[in-house]
T-cell receptor
Framework: GAVVSQHPSWVICKSGTSVKIECRSLDFQATTMFWYRQFPKQSLMLMATSNEGSKATYEQGVEKDKFLINHASLTLSTLTVTSAHPEDSSFYIC????????????FGPGTRLTVT | RKEVEQDPGPFNVPEGATVAFNCTYSNSASQSFFWYRQDCRKEPKLLMSVYSSGNEDGRFTAQLNRASQYISLLIRDSKLSDSATYLCAVNNDYKLSFGAGTTVTVRA
């Protein structure tokens, strides 16, 4: 149980284009989903927290107009990187929490984004 | 000061050895603590939660020291398959803060 998928697993895009990453909870309803970014040899950094049906809460320093998050249903959240630049190249990982034990988060397999 | 800090290692140990490492956290009000394992270019996977009384899961033992604000992980009888990066995570207000990870390499 508690399986989270992400799509795509990797993507290469050109500077200036937008990329959408999907995060799905496959066997449970995720009241809260989290988006992280991880640069090589660094820790996962929380970008934003999203609750189904409401606006995402962004961490300090994360541009909400650049990283658009939508959590339209209890099983799907999307992150859109708009006008991507090479410095946005990173490993993006989502996690989901069922709300029954909100301390536990189940991670998706991550999306490796390369912006050329 | 970073919210969560770990010794990056690497810890290179032979099979069968015991390896232990710590993670310190800055927020004394932190509510819960976890150890995750992350393999290269993969997502973190929950290894174990860390309870106040300490807990053990097979060859893995986790301890929490609230007074000194650190958690520890000990791996006994190391296997080659234990080679990975171990991330500690601290929960504050339902958000996880991660350390940068401690790399463990077990050699034959």
């Amino acid at each position: 149980g508690a399986v989270v998928s992400q799509h795509p697993s990797w993507v290469i895009c050109k500077s200036g284009t937008s990329v959408k990453i999907e995060c799905r909870s496959l066997d449970f309803q995720a009241t809260t989903m989290f988006w992280y970014r991880q640069f090589p040899k660094q820790s996962l950094m929380l970008m934003a927290t999203s609750n189904e049906g409401s606006k995402a809460t962004y961490e300090q320093g994360v541009e909400k107009d650049k990283f658009l998050i939508n959590h339209a249903s209890l099983t799907l959240s999307t992150l859109t990187v708009t006008s991507a630049h090479p410095e946005d190249s990173s490993f993006y990982i989502c996690s989901a929490s069922s709300g029954t034990n909100t301390y536990e988060q189940y991670f998706g397999p991550g999306t490796r984004l390369t912006v050329t | 000061r970073k919210e969560v800090e770990q010794d990056p290692g690497p810890f290179n140990v032979p099979e069968g050895a015991t390896v232990a490492f710590n993670c310190t956290y800055s927020n004394s009000a932190s509510q819960s603590f976890f150890w995750y394992r992350q393999d290269c270019r993969k997502e973190p996977k929950l290894l174990m939660s860390v309870y106040s009384s300490g807990n053990e899961d097979g060859r893995f033992t986790a301890q929490l020291n609230r007074a000194s604000q650190y958690i520890s992980l000990l791996i006994r009888d190391s296997k080659l398959s234990d080679s990975a990066t171990y991330l500690c995570a601290v929960n504050n207000d339902y958000k996880l803060s991660f350390g940068a990870g401690t790399t463990v390499t077990v050699r034959a």
